[in-house]
């Protein structure tokens, strides 16, 4: 008769967490294998069975043993502590029989029995902090290299990734839990929620949730399991939440909001989204639901969203988006009570996307009113902010469903709105008070053909009313002075950096009725030449020459910029 082998994770402990199949898999083996501990946890569920106990490093030899007793024609059980083929004993049993030259055909039967391993029990005793990509990481170096454990702690922050910790440390092994924290902290903030269970679903279960620079400061053993949150894991009434997506931000102009409001936070534009739909089928009708111009058609038949469907196993219910379910969910148990699940706003997570603009009071006018500040001050309330920028504007950043009521109720009160990124920017002086005023048509100009036009880096032209230039015109990307009912140009500045330098001037004496046009093909042929990220600079360096005027090496001595905050 053929042995067989079953390979089964008994998940984290406890009798209820043990699947079904696992228990009938363990009363239909004759022979179990499993360190002494497991076997323990798993006593009440034997009875004739033959029990080979082994220590905890004698893996190799257990998983050896259970295949020798599967050729004899035994049915031998081979158990593992949450999921078998996590850090379990399923690759090594395989790997003993891959060296023996086992086929599927003919060898001793192999069948391999899931449990909820402890990444998935020790998460729902936190709350919900996997939610989104995450990965495990075992900090044992008893089979791996610390080197290779390090580099994938590294990419793992990097890219920012959940992450469970297995095997984070023992009576020996301490120092890997120190460096871990030491390299996620160069990646995320000491705030970032951690949690740290301890013995997940069994007698002496423990869980604490901290932060990233406080975690050490904890109890953590051979029995724990460490979940990282990531950058946007949030702890909400001492649990650990990770949002189902990321915020989005998105500005003003078209190029630079390639989403709709409406049209954010679907599966079929935002991956991550809430509303994801399950079943292919809805994927194409979300996509119907929109018009041409891409406007939001109201379904009518909304009384299927109405009724519970949790209540339903129809396939109606599958394919119901999860923050629907979600609130149903909440629904049904809030019933008739008061509860303060009512109070829960789906606003508050289908909403999650940030919009981000600069306000200015103008092109050449620089005072804000009180009824201009008062009025941004409401629209950004406690939760958004607005940042003083160096370049004569406002960044506001606001959470809002509604993008379109916020820019028509600050235009309205007369600010100049404008998009954040890699747009052209008009930054022009006072023109002392407004009181030299006779240039401010050319900036005005200027700024209604090309300001907030999308280019390859941010583009800052400096306009200034009179030769003293007082707010630094000659100093942007290009810069425009206005002198004797004429124009100077100047191109190329380097606005930041240790070796910055002025523009080059370029011309002198330009007539008024041809600056314009002249600015708008040096900033067109920008656009459409300059190389992503490349900065004016090195733009007209590169090309030598723009509109018949030639690129000058600064002069100075170079100098190695300095990365941020060296
Ligand atoms: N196959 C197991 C993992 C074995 S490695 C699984 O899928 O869960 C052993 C590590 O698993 C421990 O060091 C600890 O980090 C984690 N672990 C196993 N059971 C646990 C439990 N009940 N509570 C918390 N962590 C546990």
Known sequence: ?????????????????ITKRAREAIQESEIIIGYNTYVDLIAGLLSEQQVVRTGM??????????????????????????????????????EVLMEQGWKREGGVEVEVIPGISAVHSSGSLLGAPIMHDSCTISLSDHLTPWELIAKRVEAAGMADF???????????????????????????????PVGIVKSAYRDRQHTVVTTLEDMLNHDIGMLTTI???????????????????YQRKYTLSAETQPLKPHQRLKSEAEPWALEQLEAEADFDESFEAYDEEGELIEDDESEEIAEPALLKSSPQAQSSNSLQLAMEALQLVSQGKDSPALAFDSKLIATQAIFEFAVSPGVANKKMSAAQLCALGEIVGDRGDIEYSPHHQLIVRVQTDDPNRI????SALGLLLSPIGDVAQIKACDFCNLEKGDSIPYAEAIHNRIGNLEVPKELKIGFNGCGMACYGAVQQDIGIVYRKEKFDLFLGGKTVGRNAHAAQPVAEGIEPNELVDLVTRIVERYKKEGHPNERFHKFFKRVKEIEGYRHQEAVGFVIENALCGD
């Open 162 to 192: 959940v992450i469970a910790l297995y095997n984070p440390r023992s009576g020996r092994r301490t120092r890997q839990i120190v460096e871990t924290q030491r390299i996620l902290l160069k990646y995320r903030s000491p705030l970032t």
């Open 1 to 17: 008769m053929a042995g067989k082998l079953l390979i089964i994770g008994f998940g984290p402990g406890s009798f209820e967490h």
């Open 407 to 410: 820019t028509s109720e600050l």
């Open 57 to 94: 490093t004698e893996e190799v030899s257990r998983a050896q043993e259970a295949v020798r007793q599967a050729k004899l024609g035994k049915k031998v059980a081979v158990i593992s502590s949450g999921d078998a083929g996590v850090y379990g004993m399923a690759g090594l049993v395989y």
């Open 227 to 245: 979940i990282i949150g990531n950058s946007a894991t949030k702890l909400y009434e001492g649990l650990m939440i990770t949002p189902r997506g």
